[in-house]
């Protein structure tokens, strides 16, 4: 099953993707970050029905796809995940996750133009990532218990500005800044392990991989981060970016004003957002 968020009509709605063409409102539920709070939020997503009562379908040819969760409690990023990008920047392969962290704020549509402040723009960086999102509340669980806290998995297009995020030995600042991590456009209930993730700038292909070369893996990372703090229904885990990055080029490449960042996940879909410098 796969679930998006819609803007509509100057609020935003639940919906449930059908098919390419057409998805089902929720009734009830403005976004995914209000219906995931419900414990029975899988079974009201399934039983949502667009031609009975006050429900809704919406045609997708035109429909403007907000961030899948726009409301996370918290937004949980794993550095140096992927194998190849290890190699690529040069460092060990580590013992425990690198974990940094992003604000509701960072997020923004999976369609939306990113807009960098040009103080910002010197060194703007592609990082395809696979987005893990919670869906019920997971504290010190077991690996064998964290796949149940999932609910499901998106793409993240994580814009990452390399000059801030390498002003200090703390990455964050570089990762933080204002709708600038396209995210979407659906959470789809199903994953299977060793699906493609790549990133294209402008059409030309800059990272292919598949999801089997992450270090720690979705429940590796549940379980991993439940021991730290709750997981709460609605959370995103930011699970890396694999090799290919425009900083580890020689010479370095980064994205200039108007070029198009596109991250696909197979089987879950693709994030666009062209990069507007102001």
Known sequence: MKLATLRLQGTTVAVRVDNEWTAT?????????????????KSIAAAADGGQGSGKTIDLATADYGPVVPRPGKVICVGLNYASHIAEMGREKPEYPTLFAKF???LTGPYDD??????????????????????????????DEAPDCIAGYSVVNDYTMRDYQFRSIQWDQGKWFEKATGFGPVLDTDYVPGTRIEARLDGELM????TDDLVFGPARL?????QIVTLQPGDVICTGTTGGVGHARKPARYIQDGETIEVTVEGIGSVRNKTIVK
């Open 104 to 106: 509701a704020e960072s």
């Open 222 to 226: 549940v379980h991993y981060i439940s």
């Open 25 to 41: 409102v929720i009734d009830g539920y403005r976004d995914l970050s209000a219906l995931l709070v419900h414990p029975e939020w």
């Open 207 to 210: 990272q292919s991989a598949t």
């Open 114 to 143: 990113v807009v960098i402040p040009a103080y910002a723009a010197g060194a703007l960086d592609w990082e395809a990532e696979l987005a893990v999102i919670i869906g019920k509340c997971a504290r010190q669980v077991s690996e």
